[in-house]
């Protein structure tokens, strides 16, 4: 039977700051363990919370981001349950009064785009780590609290997916969205972005919701899209063949590609929440939204449109070159420097840049060709050729050095006197009998050949559009 | 009169003049509490060496010439539900019989840079939960007025040291009556701060909302001089105010023209023992006497002040005490540890005792699913009605005055396994906790049967400084403060 | 209402902590009887009224996003019943 997938999405980003939401430890990823800790973050006896400004403005600009409305009275929950690294066994988060609510994201799936509700976004502390020791038969687990009261910031959408696709789109907009504004890293393979998947399965046109089964433990954008794979047809695998779908949280392996129950959840959850009385409510005014708001710089969407208008390149070029703000403002800025072929800088930063950034595993804001070079080497290119201009450019990344200076240095200027060249054409004819007069009757592709002999002679450097203007005049001429 | 007995202003006074040093008060209290704590029990732990020390330190501060702080040579106990680094703190509970913070709460840190000397840690109802010390895990504190008594709870121990003249001042926590009431029953001057005047930072949580640290002391200056110091803004507790803190203590001795008391019927009806009641009335001829008006006032939802409070109360403590686990710290079962959650239940199984275990359930029963509204919301609800009570009132009126307890101290055994009873014993003193206001208790009398009668006077928020002055008046005109319990 | 040994048993589970049956007894008996006392919030009408979660009328309390120091492992690991390696020790947890 064919049957209608409703998804929902629950993402935990860890956001960017110095200390931790409570106290003043550090929220640096991959220090020795518990040496990031103290009496707050530990929750040892007697002490107090005191929130971290920078978290809740991070907070607020992310519901902003997202479109949420912006509760004007927000407070603090305890959530409560039990779990080893959890360390006053509850989490101090939102549940009553949400930063924000009822927010969207836009995203565009095959050229289409489609809006995801936001349901709420709210701040809540990380919890700690635990590590379940290789030994066999250990039969102890250990618990690290480094990163036990970062500042998390948790946004839960609408059941509004539909497909794998649009998981992934939305996936990707998200954290689009989230490194624009600079409130999070969103480095998954640090844990500091995080996703949790609700999948249901209903009849097509059914207009109820199916039972829905939570999956958890999905390391990278990768294991969501195969889990939610898993999951949908292993549900209709079910329903095909009568059987009930169970509401549970399942865990995903992504060494063995499938989903197993979740052992340590069997009893439901009852987290009794109730205003957390040691922290007091956040009034949010019209004049801090407003000034939020200023702060929230372009989005990827609105991005990706103005390039399409402003520099007359593809929505598809477009789209890549916003999929990063760093990799746009690169390509901007060379624009600027250049005040000319947004086209060209386009195709080198999207073929050429992007490419080596890749191979050397490396960001733009730490790329050896900063756009001021870009832009000199695309000066200079007529008088060297593209394809030279290729060379010069991996020899900018490998030594730092600007274009003009490898060309003076390799002498590599591109041969346009007419001249000069015309004498090496009279050579390689002389040379090349056979070609040329394979040329003159008519054989287009000799040329090909002929302009490679006078290339190697000239070691790339001739002008090939004039190379091209001499042999034509010369060998027609001959045949008249 | 003995050192020992003096105020802890007058004390000050001595050292400060060099008439005695700070070592031998401390020497000459040590030696009285060797003889007298078996008696009374009121602490948990005595840091005599660490005592002397700082005794010595201070001496020399004095002889160099240098300044010296408000509580210069000051011995102080601590209930020890406060957090002292490197000094055992308990909350006369199993579950931390050997924990040591390796920090020090706000109000430590701020005795101990005015020069107090922290003689050790009080005896308490586990966490601070009850009403007459006879939940602590390890002994039960006596009454030094008549010691088949309770001294009165949770804070028992502070007011039995203070009374009992083995500790000149010290610090306490108020949740819903915790210093006031055994002021009251021990017979010295208790006071309750606004919520958030003083940092809760390092107290340990029984009801975030509702604790406060007080002063126990023997009279109403010691109370000025203390909470002087304790007060303040502290940035480690988002509830603290940065409210400016007056003058308390020059400000005691001045005169209010036209003060207007409040007299709330509802604190003199059904339950009030005859004998308290009396008392309080003759106190309040005293004020009329005195130039005061008083107002008959009514706080019509001060009837559900303890269903409201058991609520909140427990529903905070139920979270509060979740971090108990055996992990980080704390008890940890000498059982199997199979799985984590067998850990857990036994660790608190172990470490708990009944009163401490009965409001973790009933908080985790009013706030379990389903629960929520019927009773957290419901009780959030009242408290709101009584915070209005309390504000019309105080359109009013200055200060309310009324008793703090209903009965006199009662018997060790006599309540303890009818918990609604012990509950109903702090029916006067929650109310404060509930809307946040200052509240403090004086000695105003005796009964029959020589146990102490406690006046309680409480104020607007943050009007410490009223109440106090009121207090002031009434010790000014009477002498229950100077009365002396005889221990054999 | 009645607070059984069956909802004593739910709320003991939890609050994580393990009861024997005398316990079980008492509390459901004891609890009871204070539910019935806390019953009469209920000759309240409050349906008009805004809940005081606060004891303070505090608002907008924050720190700046400022480091300090940590605790030394060594001085906070001391406090804990069982550690190993820098970690704290607890039972085997599944997942
Ligand atoms: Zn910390």
């Known amino acids: 039977m064919k049957y209608e997938v409703v998804m929902g999405l629950e993402t935990h980003a860890e956001l960017d700051t110095e200390s931790k939401l409570f106290c003043g430890c550090s929220t640096k990823f991959g220090s020795e363990p518990n040496t990031q800790t103290c009496p707050v973050c530990l929750g040892l006896p007697g002490v107090l919370p005191v929130m971290n400004k920078k978290a809740f403005e991070h907070s607020l600009k992310a519901s902003l981001a997202l479109n949420c409305e912006i509760s004007n009275f927000t407070n603090f929950d305890r959530k409560s349950y039990y779990y080893p690294d959890l360390p006053k066994n509850y989490q101090v988060s939102q549940n009553y009064f949400n930063i924000g609510n009822n927010g969207y994201v836009d995203i565009v799936v095959k050229g289409k785009e489609k809006r995801i509700g936001i349901h709420n976004v709210h701040l809540e502390e990380e919890a700690g780590k635990l590590v379940h020791p290789e030994a066999s038969g250990a039969n102890y687990s250990l618990v690290d609290f480094n990163r036990a009261g970062v500042p998390l910031l948790e946004i839960v959408t609408q059941p509004d997916m539909r497909s794998v696709e649009e998981v992934e789109s939305y996936m990707q907009t998200l954290r689009n969205i989230l490194l624009y504004i600079g409130v999070s890293d969103c480095k998954m393979q640090e844990g500091s972005l995080r996703f949790e998947a609700s999948v249901s399965l209903r009849e097509q046109g059914a207009n109820f919701f199916g039972k829905r089964v939570e999956i958890k433990n999905l390391n990278s954008m990768k294991a969501v899209l195969k889990a939610i794979a898993y999951e949908i047809s292993r549900q209709s695998d079910l329903l095909d063949k009568g059987e009930d779908v169970l509401m549970e949280t399942r865990l995903w392996d992504d060494i063995d590609s499938v989903s197993r129950r979740m052992r340590s959840k069997e009893e439901a959850h009852d987290y009794r929440y109730f205003p957390e009385p040691d922290l007091v409510p956040v009034w949010i005014d019209q004049e801090w939204i407003d000034e939020t708001r200023t702060a929230i710089p372009e989005l990827p969407v609105s991005k990706r449109q103005r390039f399409v208008n402003e520099y007359t390149i593809s929505d598809y070029d477009a789209g890549i070159l916003t999929e990063d703000r760093l990799l746009a403002d690169y390509f901007e800025e060379c624009v600027k420097m250049a005040q000319d072929s947004p086209k060209e800088l386009s195709n080198w930063i999207i073929n050429d840049v992007l490419r080596e950034l890749n191979e050397r595993k490396t960001s733009v804001q730490d790329f050896a060709i900063p756009p001021k070079m870009l832009v000199e080497l695309i000066k200079i290119k007529p008088t060297i050729g593209n394809s030279i201009a290729k060379d010069v450019f991996i020899e900018m990344i490998n030594t730092g050095k600007t274009a003009t200076s490898i060309v003076i240095e390799k002498n590599l200027t591109q041969m346009d006197d007419v001249s000069e060249l015309n004498d090496i054409v009279a050579r390689v004819i002389e040379e090349n009998p056979k070609a040329a007069d394979d040329y003159s009757q008519g054989k287009k592709n000799a040329l090909t050949f002929l302009i490679g002999q006078t290339m190697k002679i000239t070691r790339g450097k001739a002008n090939p559009k004039i190379l091209t203007e001499i042999f034509e005049e010369r060998l027609s001429a001959g045949s008249k | ?488 | 209402m009645d607070i059984g040994i069956k909802e004593i048993e739910h709320i003991a589970n939890l609050s994580r902590i393990t009861l024997t049956v005398e316990e079980k007894n008492t509390f459901a008996k004891q609890l009871t009887n204070i539910l019935g006392y806390i019953e009469k919030l209920n000759e309240l009408d409050t349906d008009e009224v805004q809940p005081m979660a606060y004891a303070t009328s505090l608002k907008n309390v924050f720190r700046e996003d400022k480091l300090k120091s940590s605790f030394s492992r060594q001085e906070i690991l001391e406090l804990s019943p069982s550690s190993t390696n820098g970690f704290f020790k607890v039972p085997k947890v599944i997942e």
């Not at chain 2, 601590?78 to 000094?87: E, F, Q, S, W």
């Open chain 2, 1 to 488: 009169m003995l050192s020992r007995e003096l105020s802890a202003n007058k004390i000050k006074e001595k050292i400060i003049k060099r008439e005695i040093t700070a070592q031998e008060v401390v020497e000459e209290l040590f030696e009285w509490i060797d003889i007298k704590e078996p008696l009374i029990k009121a602490y948990l732990c005595l840091d005599k060496d660490g005592a002397v020390l700082k005794a010595k330190e201070i001496d020399k501060k004095l002889s160099n010439g240098d300044k010296v702080g408000l509580l210069a040579g000051v011995p102080v106990a601590l209930k020890d539900n406060i957090c002292t680094a490197g000094m055992k703190t308990t909350c006369a509970s199993k579950i931390l019989e050997n924990f040591i913070p390796p920090y020090d709460a706000f109000v430590v840190k701020r005795i101990k840079e005015e020069d107090a000397i922290i003689i050790g840690k009080t005896n308490l109802d586990e966490f601070a939960m009850g009403s007459s010390n006879e939940n602590s895990a390890f002994h039960i504190t006596r009454n030094p007025w008549d010691t088949d008594c309770i001294p009165g709870g949770s804070g028992g121990g502070s007011a039995a040291a203070v009374t009992a003249d083995m500790t000149f001042m010290a610090l306490g926590s108020d949740t819903g009556g915790s210093v006031r009431q055994p002021s009251a029953f021990c017979g010295n001057v208790g006071c309750k701060p606004t919520y958030g005047r003083v940092s809760r930072y390092g107290l340990v949580a029984f009801a975030s909302s509702l604790d406060q640290i007080g002063t126990v002391t023997k009279d109403v200056s010691d109370a000025a001089l203390l909470l002087q110091v304790v007060s303040g803004h502290d940035g480690f507790d988002s509830t603290s105010a940065a409210i400016d803190v007056p003058n308390y203590i020059s400000d005691i001795d001045s005169v209010d023209d036209n003060l207007r008391i409040g007299v709330p019927r509802e604190f003199f009806g059904e339950g009030l023992n005859p004998e308290v009641g009396s008392a309080v009335m003759d106190a309040l001829e005293i004020y009329k006497r005195n130039g005061a008006e008083l107002v008959d006032l009514s706080l019509p939802h001060c009837g559900y002040a303890v269903a409201t409070y058991y609520i909140i109360a427990t529903a905070e403590a139920s979270s509060n005490l979740a971090r108990y686990d055996g992990v980080r710290y704390g008890h940890r079962s000498q059982l199997s540890e199979d799985n984590i959650i067998d850990m857990y239940s036994r660790v608190r199984a172990e470490g708990f005792g009944s009163e401490v275990k009965r409001r973790i359930l009933f908080g985790n029963y009013v706030l379990s699913a389903g629960f929520y509204e019927a009773y957290y919301l419901k009780a959030s609800k009242v408290r709101n009605l009584i915070r209005s009570d309390f504000e019309e009132a105080f359109k009013k009126v200055d200060c309310i005055i009324c008793p703090t307890c209903p009965t006199q101290a009662f018997k060790i055994g006599e309540k303890i396994t009818d918990p609604l009873q012990m509950y109903l014993s702090d029916i006067y003193t929650i109310p404060a906790n509930l809307v946040g206001i200052p509240g403090i208790s004086v000695p105003c009398g005796f009964t029959n049967a020589g146990l102490p009668i406690g006046l309680q006077i409480l104020g607007k928020h943050f009007d410490e400084g009223k109440i106090l002055k009121v207090a002031k008046l009434f010790e000014n005109e009477t002498d229950f403060h100077l009365k002396k319990p005889e221990l054999n």
